[in-house]
Antibody, heavy 119, light 114 residues
């Protein structure tokens, strides 16, 4: 069974930083691209970032480009999202998801970790 | 970016009746190279993460009940629940993965029991 467990969320002041982690199990982590998707309270889904299976390529939404960095450690089956320069509009539940067949189909999702940016 | 627009925003259907959710993309998500529509549907129940239901517009993910079906091509798509069950109460999202990496979602359709 695929399991994705996010952690690292919390309350942070505007301009602050956080690093999210996503521990993966139940599938061949190193063979799958991975994604971060966020959901602001009461709102819809927004793609944040993607990293390919070997970590060589990364992609970002314009809203986070230059502030967020996605990375992975295939030896630890763990995905990361380093967030800097946080803004109030980054407040959201952050989900990690594994990719289905390399097509940007979001196969399984974690329960999410909540990031709140507020002074 | 491709804009995905769902209709209606909310829907109330009686148990056992058919529920239909529409999704329209601002440009075609049909690939001429493989004749596939790059369109997925997700279900998000209250307090839970989204769950993949359908991809390639009409392929049900393993384990998804047969009452869920997807149809459409090009820019217009439909998610149909043939006989609504109580456990189907959720918000449903469509997603295009034609224009990657900038995948986009519809705004969601809230499905309730009448």
């Amino acid at each position: 069974e695929v399991q994705l467990l996010e952690s690292g969320g919390g309350l942070v002041q505007p301009g602050g930083s956080l690093r999210l982690s996503c521990a993966a199990s139940g599938f061949s982590f190193s063979s799958h691209a991975m994604h971060w998707v966020r959901q602001a309270p009461g709102k819809g889904l927004e793609w944040v970032a993607t990293i390919v299976a070997n970590g060589a390529d990364t992609y970002y939404a314009d809203s986070v480009k230059g502030r967020f960095t996605i990375s992975r450690d295939n030896s630890k089956n763990t995905l990361y999202l380093q967030m800097t320069g946080l803004r109030a509009e980054d407040t959201a539940l952050y989900y990690c998801s594994n990719d289905h067949s390399g097509a940007y189909i979001l196969d399984s999702w974690g329960q999410g970790t909540l990031v709140t940016v507020s002074s | 970016d491709i804009v995905m627009t769902q209709s209606p925003d909310s829907l109330a259907v009686s148990l056992g009746e058919r529920a239909t959710i529409n999704c329209k993309s601002s440009q075609s998500v049909l690939s001429s190279s493989n004749n596939e529509n790059y369109l997925a549907w997700y279900q998000q129940k209250p307090g839970q993460p989204p769950k993949l239901l359908i991809y390639w517009a009409s392929t049900r993910k393993s384990g998804v009940p047969e009452r869920f079906s997807g149809s459409g091509s090009g820019t217009d798509f439909i998610l149909t629940i043939s006989s609504l069950q109580a456990e189907d109460v959720a918000v449903y999202y469509c997603q295009q993965y034609y224009h990657t990496p900038s995948i986009t979602f519809g705004q969601g359709t809230r499905l309730e029991i009448k």
